[in-house]
């Protein structure tokens, strides 16, 4: 068996920068529409009318501040509310294997390692754009890697399951070393007419290579990896191939996000602190010696209260990061962009948690140790 060490990290920004103020200004401008529209419906209490939104009540909600997209033009246009991404031609790299490699690239310059000794590709996110061939075959394709390759989708967990796989293969010699990579676009799936989740989701790419402890200068040693998952239809999608063979088609709302989320923050918040305290006794680990936690990036206000109850107290400046305020929720990404920007200032021996939690429900924890 040989050691797992996560080697290097990259990231992928999408160009454009969407603020709250932005945000609230197109579906506000949606509301008045709508209501103008429906006045008749509204005042017979036929249906109810839609509720303006404001760039506080969404910082409030979720700390979100800003998030970054693929595409701005259609989600600041009340008629179109968004994203417009032109399907390419066959013949093209496909727009998430595109963000992947750019990602991918970043890690495997950050790594300095040869990338021959990658002898697999795992994309793992939580939207892939097509069933077949995989995201990941493509991505192996575009930076002329060989070996084998494979797409997961564990929702917003897809990272640290993505992470446990690609240290499962290298510690038992099926692959020197692995790439994971999370391409999100997020925006491509949300209701941006929904006032509670229009704001969630922000676009983004992510990297990771795992390689053997043999070929690795420096880095984190892995030191414990724990999945867990619980069927919960509190965050759902329905949108699928099969869409097609309904006769309501694919217009329904729950071809989109949807979730209920109070009953996530009640529902996950103690299952994803109790396992994150287990997998740490069980490593022998106290989780107060942790230096930092980085979480994934869904709210606020679950994220500080993980990481109260982790560490038994109101976690200090810079033990617990938060970047959602200006990337939003990015699904599979977040944790990864997390750990990516804050832990460079790590000294050999200190450790750190990675874990993400999300649909599913489904939650992945990743101690490291600086090498």
Wanted: net charge negative; charged share 20%; glycine share 8%.
């Amino acid at each position: 068996m040989h050691q797992a060490v996560i080697a290097a990290t990259g990231l992928f920004t999408p160009p454009n920068s969407l603020s709250n103020a932005e945000l609230v200004e197109t579906f506000n401008a949606y509301v008045e529409r709508f209501n103008a529209a429906n006045a008749q419906a509204i005042a017979a209490g036929e249906i109810a009318a839609l509720t303006p939104s404001s760039a506080e009540f969404i910082e409030k909600a979720s700390g979100i501040k800003s998030r970054f997209v693929m595409d701005k033009s259609g989600l600041v246009d009340p008629e179109v509310m968004a994203p417009i991404l032109p399907e390419r031609p066959n013949e093209e790299i496909s727009i998430l294997a595109e963000m992947a490699v750019a990602a991918a690239r970043e890690a495997i310059a950050r790594w300095g390692g040869d990338p021959a000794r990658i002898d697999a590709v795992i994309c793992a996110a939580s939207n892939m754009q097509r069933a077949y061939p995989a995201m990941a075959i493509e991505v192996q394709q575009a930076l002329g890697l060989e070996g084998f390759a494979f797409d997961m989708n564990v929702a917003c967990s897809s990272a640290t399951f993505g992470i446990k796989t690609a240290a499962d293969f290298v510690a038992s010699g099926s692959a020197r070393a692995v790439l994971m990579v999370n391409p999100e676009i997020c925006s491509g799936h949300l209701n941006f007419r929904d006032r509670d989740s229009h704001f969630i989701f922000g676009d983004v790419a992510t990297a990771v290579i795992v390689e053997q402890e043999e070929g690795a200068k420096g880095g984190w040693d892995i030191l414990g990896t724990r999945l867990k998952t619980q069927f919960s239809n509190n965050i759902r999608n329905n949108f699928g191939f099969l869409n097609r063979a309904a006769p309501e088609g694919i217009g329904s709302a729950d071809k989109l996000f949807v979730q209920e989320g109070r009953k996530v923050f009640r529902e996950v918040v103690p299952m994803v602190s109790e396992m994150i305290v287990a997998h740490a006794a069980d490593l022998g680990l106290d989780p107060k010696s942790l230096k930092r936690m980085w979480l994934h990036q869904a709210n606020i206000n679950m994220n500080e209260l993980i990481g109260k109850r982790v560490l038994g107290r109101e976690p200090a400046p810079g033990e617990n990061v938060i970047i959602l305020d200006e990337y939003a929720n990015t699904s599979s990404a977040g944790s990864i962009i997390a750990f990516h920007k804050a832990s460079e200032d790590f000294q050999s021996g200190e450790t750190g948690l990675i874990c993400s939690f999300g649909a599913g429900y489904s939650a992945g924890t990743v101690f490291v140790r600086k090498r």
